[in-house]
């Protein structure tokens, strides 16, 4: 008769690990079931080559829909990797014994189909996060995580302990039916028929590993006509699988069989360290700050180790938790503030530690390509954030710009630019972070080419004919320049041309400048010719000088406030490019909107403002045309709107300039008492928009100055303005500065 040793362990822990070691060794099994997907045993000798170092992590995916994926990560202490090593260590057969991937991947597709309500339903079924917590809560421990750890992770004495777990299982399922949900059933189900099978085979003792909450569902088997009932009909796709690198930190996520640790760096020292008595721990914490420039002492490590043995001995525990060095690191490093315990959680109690999978491991061919590309450029995938400055000079930092560009051009969010100081267009900074999740966006991405060049052209080609607006094709070439991609560069002008010769739409034309002066200037810089996009630019500069000023007529506010966005824009980007024939057409485009009556008077307000500080209208001008807005005959929100747009962003205008600031004060002063409470809030969100420094100054120069523009300090003989009228202006201003 087979003898059946069901062991419950937790997914990731050194304890369970320690538990599980010393148990096979007890009974010298035969036979392993270990839970995991059976498609990942044709992968276990990948696990004796000295390549693989955890964390790693089993992949399964589906690949004609490689974005429905699951993971199954593995660390040192992880239990399950400890009885790989160990079977093939001492020749001992071993299965997968979980439900498929075939299967599981199958009800992804089913969870995320709306048409199969039934299943929906079952998985958003709030269920605890943790049963463990009532065992906490009994035993006096603040959650399932420390009790577990304390009882399990931290015991010293295995004797015994896979029974204590199953009969605490056995206690939690029955108290909490709902937290075992429909797809759970389904996989004990078929554990039930894996260990049926086994048992008919000639294996004299099968060790059953699984997630402890498992264990009595294994235990208590019922009828088999009963599973066969539940596993008929099951859903299934074709289904692949292959090692990745983990990370600790992914440690921390519920993935595969839904195991996630708060704390993994803390479970690699407890693994590799068993019979530290803190001193190690704590030594390492005092290193990372001592790197921080913090001055940490020898009597601080030990006044640290010693007061978290104190206090576990007063909590009436054996050994001191990862809480109890917690609170002695705040206390004795911190002085009783917790910063530096954040900056000792990322690096230590979390880890920031990636592994490593042999050359072998079966992949597709456009991840081969990428990993060919990071040895040769010297940028592996790494766990912690790093921040890279390219000198595009350099042939080493240039092969790397092309790289993250062309990656960031598949979607793959690796390496993500960010703003360099300094001078010069031969620089460019870049952050790296890895994230597992990568690996299956390119291996999503696969389907369009063997090489990341290959899969870059095919793969935009195909967005780039999908694309019927041309701001969003202008912003996709703006991306694909920097990658160096010639005939898509070509392709992708070509069609810019034919969709910018049928476009009617003026914003739209106004939206794309921006990207085509960048593009110009861009290839200036890289020597590359855009004369094409260049003549497409002028053109389309031509066609808004022609037809621009109908979309600024009999348009309300939110239109007008969109608009002006797109001025701002656009008058920034040409005045960069310093183009003489196309500053001509610009500024003529801008010049009607100011003269226009039918403009929007935001609009005709910011025009102005344009032309007066490019020089393009002469003091005299400027306050011709105040005056006009400022006077009676015009609407009061005209006359608001007018001053928002002229003074949009920028109070220097009031503060440089005397005699716009005359015109200004001196129509808000004539503002009746109603079109004052009216226009109030429109002029209030003007102001507000000036710069804290601004409107400081501004509240300081009203105090001082009278309404005929001369200062009260130096023309008291002379002063136009009573008492009466200070009293009045010097309020209503503090309440526009928002200083009052």
């Not at 690990?17 to 990948?46: D, K, S, V, W, Y």
């Amino acid at each position: 008769m087979t003898d059946i040793h069901l062991l419950g362990i937790r997914h990731h822990g050194p304890g369970s690990c320690r538990n599980i070691l010393q148990e096979l060794e007890r009974i010298r099994p035969n036979l392993i079931l270990l839970e995991g997907p059976a498609e990942a045993e044709a992968l276990m000798p990948f696990v004796s080559d000295g390549q693989m170092k955890p964390p790693v992590a089993l992949l399964g995916y589906q690949p004609d829909a490689p974005q429905n994926a699951v993971f199954y990560p593995f660390a040192d202490f992880s239990p399950e990797w400890q009885a790989l090593r160990y079977a093939l260590q001492e020749n001992v057969s071993l299965r997968f014994f979980d439900l498929p991937l075939a299967h599981s991947l199958a009800f992804e597709v089913e969870k995320k189909d709306s048409s199969k309500p039934a299943e929906a339903n079952d998985e958003t079924i709030e269920y605890p996060s943790d049963p463990f917590d009532l065992l906490a809560e009994a035993a006096g421990y603040p959650d399932g995580e420390s009790w577990w750890n304390m009882n399990i992770e931290q015991r010293r004495d295995s004797s015994g302990i896979f029974e204590a777990v199953k009969e605490a299982v056995s206690a939690l399922r029955e108290a909490l039916p709902g937290h075992t949900s429909r797809r759970d059933l389904i996989r004990e189900a078929w554990m039930r028929r894996m260990i049926r099978t086994a048992q008919k085979e000639p294996f004299e003792r099968i060790a059953v590993i699984c997630g402890a909450w498992h264990v009595p569902a294994l235990e208590n088997m019922p009828k088999v006509k009963d599973d066969n009932e539940l596993l008929k009909g099951l859903p299934k796709v074709k289904a692949e699988c292959t090692w990745i690198p983990w990370t600790y930190n992914r440690l921390t996520f519920r993935s595969g069989y839904g195991a996630g640790i708060d704390s993994p760096g803390w479970y690699h020292y407890l693994w590799h360290h068993p019979d530290d008595d803190g001193t190690y721990w704590v030594s390492r914490i005092a290193a990372l700050l001592r790197g921080k420039n913090m001055d940490i002492s020898v009597a601080h490590v030990i006044e640290t180790v010693r007061l978290a043995q104190t206090t576990a001995a007063l909590r009436g525990l054996p050994t001191p938790t990862l809480e109890e060095y917690n609170e002695a690191v705040i206390t004795v490093i911190g002085f009783g503030d917790d910063i530096p315990l954040q900056l000792v959680r990322e690096t230590l109690i979390v880890g920031n530690r990636l592994g490593t999978v042999p050359e072998g491991v079966p992949k597709v061919p456009l991840l081969i390509d990428v990993e060919r590309l990071q040895k040769r450029l010297r940028i592996p995938f790494t766990a912690e954030i790093k921040e890279m400055i390219l000198d595009l000079r350099k042939e080493t930092d240039l092969g790397r710009s092309l790289f993250f560009h062309r990656l960031a051009l598949l979607d793959i969010d690796w390496a993500k630019p960010e703003t360099t100081g300094g001078k010069g267009t031969f620089k460019e900074k870049w952050s790296l972070y890895h994230k597992p999740e990568q690996i299956v966006c390119i291996i999503e991405r696969a389907v369009w080419g063997n090489t990341v060049e290959e899969a870059v052209q095919k793969y935009v080609s195909d967005r780039m004919t999908r694309i019927t607006r041309i701001p969003e094709l202008t912003g996709l070439l703006d991306q694909v320049i920097p990658a160096n991609l010639p005939e898509l560069v070509e392709a992708m002008t070509i069609r810019l041309d034919r969709l910018s010769a049928a476009s009617t739409d003026i914003v739209e034309m106004m939206e794309a400048v921006p990207d085509l002066v960048n593009i110009v200037r861009y290839g200036d810089v890289r020597n590359l010719d855009f004369s094409k996009v260049g003549n497409m630019l002028r053109a389309m500069v031509a066609r808004i000088l022609a037809g621009g000023l109908l979309v600024c007529i009999n348009i309300d506010e939110e239109a007008a406030g969109e608009l002006i966005e797109h001025l701002s824009a656009t008058d920034y980007a040409v005045s960069t490019l310093d183009d003489e024939e196309l500053n001509g057409m610009w500024y003529g485009f801008v010049q009607q909107i100011r003269n226009s009556s039918g403009a929007h008077p935001l609009l005709s307000g910011y025009a102005a403002r344009i032309l007066y500080d490019k020089g393009r209208i002469s003091r005299e001008e400027m306050r011709d045309t105040l005056s006009f807005y400022s006077s009676v005959g015009n609407a009061p929100s005209d006359i608001a709107y007018w001053f928002e747009g002229f003074l949009r962003a920028s109070g220097s205008v009031l503060l440089l300039d005397d005699n716009l600031w005359q015109l200004v004060n001196g129509w808000l002063c004539g503002l009746s008492d109603g079109n004052f409470i009216e226009l109030l809030p429109v002029i209030r969100r003007t102001f507000s928009n000036f710069t804290t420094a601004e409107r400081r100054k501004l509240g300081e120069k009203a105090k001082g100055f009278e309404l005929n523009g001369t200062d009260t300090g130096t023309a008291v003989g002379n002063n136009s303005c009573n008492d009466e009228d200070a009293s009045n202006v010097i309020p209503l201003l503090g309440k526009l500065l928002g200083i009052g």
